[in-house]
C-alpha cells in the first residue's frame, strides 16, 4: 500500500561514453549534454522502475529549449544563461528530474 502511495523517486544519472573522462553542466550548444548516455533511475508510482530510455524524449525537449534560449540572446547580445541546469519534468508529468554531472 505505502509504495503504491509514493510519487516518483527521481534522479537521472549521465554516463559517459568510452571517450569520455567525464561530463560536466554544459555551457554552450556545442557542449556534450549526455543525453545519449542518460539513465533514468526513475520508478514510477507502481514501484517498478521505468525503462532507462523513457525519460531521454523529455531530456532532450528541455536541452532544446536551453540552447533556443542561449541562441536568442547570443543574438540579441543579451548576457548568456547560466550552465544547464539539467532540471526537466518527468515523462508521466508527475515529478522533476534532475540531471546528475559531474560539477554539481
Excluded at 509514493?6 to 561514453?17: D, K, Y
Excluded at 548516455?37 to 508510482?45: A, E, F, K, L, R
Excluded at 534560449?69 to 540579441?76: C, E, F, L, P, Q
Amino acid at each position: 500500500m505505502l509504495l503504491k502511495d509514493l510519487v516518483n523517486i527521481v534522479m537521472a544519472t549521465v554516463t559517459l561514453g568510452n571517450h569520455q573522462t567525464g561530463l560536466n553542466k554544459p555551457t554552450r550548444p556545442s557542449d556534450p549534454n549526455g543525453i545519449a548516455h542518460s539513465v533514468s533511475n526513475i520508478t514510477g508510482t507502481d514501484g517498478l522502475r521505468t525503462t532507462t530510455k523513457s525519460e531521454r524524449h523529455a531530456f532532450k525537449a528541455d536541452w532544446a529549449a536551453f540552447v533556443l534560449d542561449w541562441k536568442t540572446k547570443y543574438i540579441a547580445g543579451d548576457s548568456l544563461p547560466a550552465a544547464y541546469n539539467g532540471t526537466f519534468t518527468s515523462v508521466d508529468g508527475s515529478s522533476s528530474v534532475n540531471v546528475d554531472y559531474a560539477d554539481e
